[in-house]
């Protein structure tokens, strides 16, 4: 069977025709059981490989929650995370592998159903179907972050993905308050809610609402623990800058202008932000759809944030994987976005995949680490140029008056 499905995925790389079109209906039996092995596969892993990278970091909170500590406690391992976070401390008390099996059931069930939504598209051919599948599946950077560093970020992906596929459906509050749950766990879904709604008036009562969910929340964080959650608040700001940001690249030793990169470096936040206003605003103005205005905010604040960890683009994945779905119901796609998209994703797959896992970019390898933001910057400009300038409805001509 995997042969078989193996062989037909290479017939769909290199030709769309009709007969092999009409197939991709008896072969989703063939993907389902792709997907059921792969689950297990991840699962398996998941379980058997012992705790390391982040995973291993989160015991220290967790442990500090059952033993009635406080987790944002000044330890080696600063926590960075929201309240919801805190919460897998109860399956953590259960078996020390449980949460990571359930960031892994995340990631999984955000594969599963897009792979499988996807399939049933009419408008996707056959070779962008089996191409984003393999891309998926065959992935070892997705791998790594789920079954051996365990991010949480998987579960603040599938979130991010539910979030963006519910506004899409017309229920701005319903995601909302998703992805509130999102940034309760970690900061980074807060700049989706921008694009939830058009209208000022919407936004002010989405502002209100989300302050109100945070504030109760922390509120009761506040009476168990006290203060202390503030740490998380600032530790990404008072950090160097990290891989895949183009920050990085400047604070290294491969750029030469040291005085220009300060200055930059120090702008990172405000440069971010612009870029998510300056999107938010095309949104507004109906210029750029609201699923493609997701992906374009979450791309502008890679570009320039200057924490650029690997974690946070499963998320970055997730909400491509949701516009990829909404995307390819229309009848002329923006096939242009889709590999775009892909080509970063395979720039992970090799370099946070394989290269950072074998080397952790140290040693004779740190000039992998000093240099790898400035291209990951260049793909993501791309993107966001083709998101926003290039699907330009006013420029196109197809701006509703």
């Known amino acids: 069977m995997l042969k078989a499905v193996g062989r037909i995925m290479m017939q769909r ?3 769309d025709n009709p007969e092999v079109e009409m197939q991709d209906k008896a ?13 297990i596969g991840l699962l398996v892993a998941a379980y058997v490989i012992a705790p390391m990278h982040d995973y291993a970091l989160y015991f220290r909170h967790w442990d500090l929650i059952l033993s009635g500590g406080d987790p944002w406690a000044r330890i080696d391992a600063r926590n960075a995370y929201g309240p919801v976070y805190n919460i897998f401390a109860l399956p953590y008390g259960l078996h020390p592998q449980l949460p990571k099996l359930i960031f892994a059931g995340c990631w999984l069930a955000l594969s599963w159903y897009s792979i499988r939504e996807l399939f049933a598209n009419s408008t996707a051919s056959s070779r962008q179907k089996w191409l984003f599948t393999a ?3 065959i992935n070892p950077f997705f791998v790594v972050c789920t079954a051996f560093y365990g991010f949480n970020d998987s579960l603040v992906a599938l979130l991010c993905f539910i979030g963006v596929l519910v506004a899409m459906k017309g229920q701005a509050r319903k995601s909302l308050v998703i992805l509130t749950i999102g940034v309760l766990t970690k900061l980074y879904p807060a700049f989706l809610l921008p694009y939830l709604n058009k209208d000022w008036k919407d936004v002010r009562r989405n502002i209100l609402i989300f302050i ?12 168990i623990w006290g203060g202390s959650f503030a740490i998380a608040f600032g530790k990404a700001n008072g950090r160097n800058p990290t891989l895949f940001s183009v920050m990085m690249f400047l604070h ?5 202008f040291e005085s220009v990169a300060k200055v930059l470096i120090s702008l990172n936040a405000v440069l971010a932000l612009a870029a998510v206003y300056f999107v938010f605003m095309r949104f507004q103005q109906g210029r750029i759809d609201q699923h493609s205005a997701f992906l374009a905010g979450f791309t502008g604040l890679l570009m320039f944030y200057k924490a650029g960890q690997q974690q946070f683009y499963l998320a970055y994945f997730a909400v491509f994987a949701a516009w ?4 390819f119901k229309k009848d002329k796609p923006d096939t242009k976005t889709f590999y775009g998209v892909l080509v970063l994703g395979l720039w992970f797959m090799l370099m946070a ?7 952790l970019m ?11 933001g400035l291209p990951t910057f260049i793909m993501l400009a791309f993107v966001f140029k083709s998101l926003v300038f290039d699907n330009d409805k006013k420029a196109l001509g197809t701006l509703a008056s």
């Open 13 to 15: 790389f290199f030709m």
């Open 27 to 39: 072969y989703s039996r063939g993907i389902d059981f792709m997907l059921l092995i792969y689950a």
């Open 212 to 223: 109100a969910i945070v504030f109760v929340a922390y509120l009761i964080t506040y009476l």
């Open 353 to 359: 995949g394989i290269v950072y896992p074998l080397t």
């Open 252 to 256: 290294g030793d491969y750029f030469p």
């Open 135 to 137: 891309f998926w599946l």
């Open 362 to 372: 140290e040693g004779d390898y740190l000039w992998v680490r000093h240099t790898v």
């Open 324 to 327: 990829m779905l909404i995307e």
